[in-house]
């Protein structure tokens, strides 16, 4: 009996020791060494575009001294850094792992060219587009005083035009009321007799001759619709090239928009009836 169960221990005892060969890792099997994946996973991380984590991780590859020296290739190029603070941490990193790596001068010549590289690039870049600016504010400011000088221009056209219009209706007021006099005082005199038929419209009706026959009619611009009627005289007078008064027309027939006139007689023998002469029920205030 004691020799069965000496034997069913050394069985179960074999059994046990077979399962753990089994389940034991092999050397292939065997995790890496942790602070091997660290100074990975900071090289990774130099190149992180927030220069804040790249000066972090230098300055953390720099704690751990001589065991990061894998991380010496990624340091040297970090001196290349644009950021002078991580510059500074990866020169410093590099001191405390590999000071021969650290001291270089080529490695810091180039640090420093490079540096001085991308700030003549930025200021180059900085200074075109003060340029550019430069010449679009001069383009804008030479447009505007053209605007200005030409608004200027069109101002004392416009002046001109309001004072020589000003100037020729004064003369035309003077002329009537210089010929309002001398015909008073031939009515006075008994040379002439005051002029029959003048009968105005009521209301201060102006037009233009729109057409003139070879017969003395005349073809005026407004009508029935201006409160003009057969019968009405108008006042017909010329502003250009100077002031002249021509005399007065009587309506003979009269349309809604148009109406036929004729010269009366006894109107001053001036210049011919034309196209665009000016026509009113009085050409002095009422």
Request: charged share 25%; glycine share 6%.
């Amino acid at each position: 009996m004691m020799i069965r169960l000496a034997t069913s221990a050394v069985l179960l005892l074999a059994s046990l020791g077979g399962f753990l060969l089994m389940t034991a890792p092999t050397r292939s099997e065997t995790r890496k060494d942790p602070v091997e994946d660290r100074i990975a996973a900071y090289v990774q991380a130099l190149k992180n575009k927030d220069p804040l984590v790249r000066k972090q991780v230098a300055r953390a590859l720099a704690e751990l001294g001589p065991k990061a020296k894998a991380a010496v290739p990624a340091l040297r190029a970090a001196l290349l850094d644009q950021d002078a603070g991580v510059q500074v941490a990866a020169a410093s990193a590099l001191e405390k792992i590999d000071p021969a790596a650290s001291n270089r001068p080529k490695v810091v010549e180039e640090a420093r060219l490079a540096r001085m590289a991308a700030e003549a690039a930025r200021l180059r870049d900085e200074l075109t587009r003060y340029r550019q600016i430069l010449g679009d504010s001069q383009a804008t400011i030479q447009n505007l005083q053209k605007k200005s000088a030409d608004l200027q221009a069109r101002a004392v056209a416009a002046q001109n035009a309001e004072q020589a219009a000003r100037a020729r209706a004064q003369a035309l007021r003077n002329q009537v009321e210089a010929l309002s006099r001398k015909l008073a005082k031939l009515e006075a005199s008994g040379k002439i007799r005051a002029k029959e038929g003048e009968n105005p419209p009521p209301d201060s009706v102006k037009g233009v001759v729109t057409k003139v026959s070879q017969d003395g009619l005349v073809e005026i611009s407004v009508g029935t619709d201006a409160g003009v009627k057969v019968g009405h005289t108008l006042e017909v007078y010329r502003m250009k090239p100077k002031p002249e008064y021509l005399g007065t027309l009587q309506v003979i027939n009269a349309g809604k928009t148009r109406s036929i006139a004729r010269l009366q007689k006894g109107s001053p023998k001036r210049s011919a009836l034309q196209k665009g002469d000016e026509v009113a029920g009085s050409i002095m205030p009422r």
